[in-house]
């Protein structure tokens, strides 16, 4: 009797979820983002993000006077405070602004609530610190939680629901968009999200053209770019296919709405960039990560496979994105499959962008940071080797299943890991050496790594090295 009763109302249940599985995609995520509220997973490349919501409603605009001049400027930090800049007498982001902007509606009900309580906007004030380094926290889980739900409708639009659920929990939880996208309040989680964003629209627009798709397009391409300039990159197959429209549609409106909302949204950003810093791309394009010519094919081998950066080594099922790049042939409408076919040029090209960085390795960070703004592009790559892998029959079927299953459960690990054991800051672990420009020996030690480290951090939490954060400066200690 009771299991007669209780089918219905499992049924009930799994047609609930469905009918609002973007609801529960996000919620979930979310959850698990947020799961390890203890860690603080970021960087001081983000005080600038987290401060400018609050600097904003509180009537202060863009200049960051104030929390410099009354909490950063006695910084003791042996890397100063490189994430201000000064310029035309007042202070300001050293980064983009495209992030703070975009989270700023969910600081709204905060900033409302420190104003009634009398608490000051003042980063000596413990509540309004801690305030302001939760909402990093949340603000960044929300990006990520909507990045995914993003991936899976758009992974909805192009496989069927058990593909897309896979494709969508490896791009979440087996990729860099855990420990880097949904942590902090860097540029990277934005980036997932404009760009999925932009290829689920885009994806539609093949289904049925529609000349409001072509304004959301440039909205989000001009986002997408003026928030980080390698985004440019991944930008390129999103301009190609408005002009493909023209082209070969024949048609003028797409077009001309794609460049319209295009520039309507780049003028304010552009317009700030050059009064202030004499650029299209502001202080960003001048600063930290000075591009050189050699050692290139020793950076890009650190990207993809030292022990303590590799991409190869944080998020091995990455290796499916190549077989999956061959499946876009598959893909039945041409402009689309032309979209995805120039996204594996971009990507490749951006990776060779980044081996151009005296910095290639991101600075503190787990893993490699600067390709999660990809991620989005090679889980998609993913998804068709795990399409390709179900529709196969046999023996072949459960060999490749298998095979799948380990790479993303050894990826989803890995970011585990991380988000929950990692004790160090991201240039100090074990040993206690920094990595510099100079001495990178650190990052290929494979006696010696990120990884490693954060593991023993379940047998001795008295390991390795911790940070604190204190009157403005962070400080790397020994753990124990």
Same mark, same amino acid.
């Given at each position: ?63 960051? @006077? ?5 909490? /950063?400027? @006695? ?10 800049? &000064? ?13 703070? !902007? ?6 709204? !009900? ?17 509540? &309004? ?35 897309? !659920? ?53 909205? +989000? ?18 301009? +190609? ?22 520039? %309507? ?15 299209? &791309? ?6 930290? /990560? ?40 598959? +893909? ?24 151009? /960085? ?42 490749? !299943? ?10 989803? %690990? ?33 006696? @010696? ?32």
């Amino acid at each position: 009797m009771s299991q007669a009763l209780g089918m219905p109302l499992l049924k009930k249940a799994i047609a609930l979820i469905r009918k609002h599985e973007a609801l529960v995609v996000f919620v979930a995520l979310f959850v698990v983002y947020l799961s390890n509220c203890t860690y603080y997973l970021s960087s001081t490349d983000t005080i600038p993000a987290i401060l400018l919501p609050f600097n904003i409603l509180d009537g202060r605009g863009l200049f960051l @006077d104030g929390f410099y001049n009354d909490y /950063y400027k @006695d910084t003791t930090n042996w890397w100063g405070n490189y994430y201000f800049t &000064f310029t035309r007498g007042h202070v300001l982001s050293m980064y983009p602004i495209v992030v703070p !902007l975009l989270v700023l509606p969910l600081y709204v !009900l905060p900033f409302i609530f420190i104003k009634l309580a009398g608490i000051p906007i003042d980063m000596h004030d413990h509540v &309004f610190f801690l305030t302001v380094y939760g909402m990093e926290k949340l603000s960044a889980g929300v990006i990520a939680a909507l990045s995914g739900v993003f991936m899976y409708m758009l992974l909805r639009e192009l496989f069927g629901r058990k593909v897309s !659920l896979a494709g969508t929990l490896f791009f979440a939880l087996g990729t860099s968009t855990w420990t880097i996208g949904s942590q902090g309040l860097w540029q990277h989680g934005a980036s997932e999200l404009l760009l999925l964003a932009a290829l689920l629209v885009l994806v539609r627009n093949v289904k049925s053209r529609k000349q409001l798709n072509f304004v959301l397009l440039g909205v +989000l391409t001009a986002l997408l770019v003026f928030n980080r300039p390698t985004n440019a990159l991944l930008a390129i197959p999103l301009i +190609l296919y408005a002009l493909s429209d023209f082209f070969v549609a024949k048609r003028l409106d797409g077009v001309v709405a794609y460049v319209a909302s295009a520039a %309507a949204v780049s003028l304010p950003f552009l317009a700030y960039n050059l009064y202030y810093f004499g650029g299209m &791309f502001g202080a960003y394009s001048g600063f930290g /990560y000075a591009f050189g010519a050699g050692d290139v094919s020793t950076r890009l081998a650190g990207l993809l496979v030292s022990p303590s950066r590799g991409l190869l080594i944080y998020t091995p099922a990455v290796l499916l994105a190549i077989p999956g790049y061959s499946l876009v042939k598959n +893909l039945k409408p041409p402009a689309l499959r032309n979209v995805f076919y120039v996204y594996g040029f971009s990507v490749v090209a951006t990776m060779l962008i980044y081996s151009l /960085y005296e910095c290639w390795w991101g600075g503190g960070c787990y893993g490699p940071r600067f390709f999660t703004d990809m991620m989005p592009i090679m889980a998609i790559f993913v998804t068709f080797s795990i399409d390709w892998a179900l529709k196969l029959k046999g023996s072949g079927r459960m060999m490749a !299943l298998a095979a799948i299953a380990v790479l993303i459960v050894a990826s989803i %690990a890995v970011q585990a890991i991380g988000a929950y054991l990692y004790p160090v800051y991201g240039f100090q672990w074990g040993h206690g050496q920094t990595i510099t420009v100079e001495d990178q020996s650190k990052l290929w030690d494979w006696s @010696d790594t990120q990884i490693g480290e954060s593991l023993n951090g379940i047998f001795n939490r008295s390991a390795g090295y911790k940070y604190i954060i204190e009157n403005g400066n962070v400080k790397v200690v020994p753990a124990g």
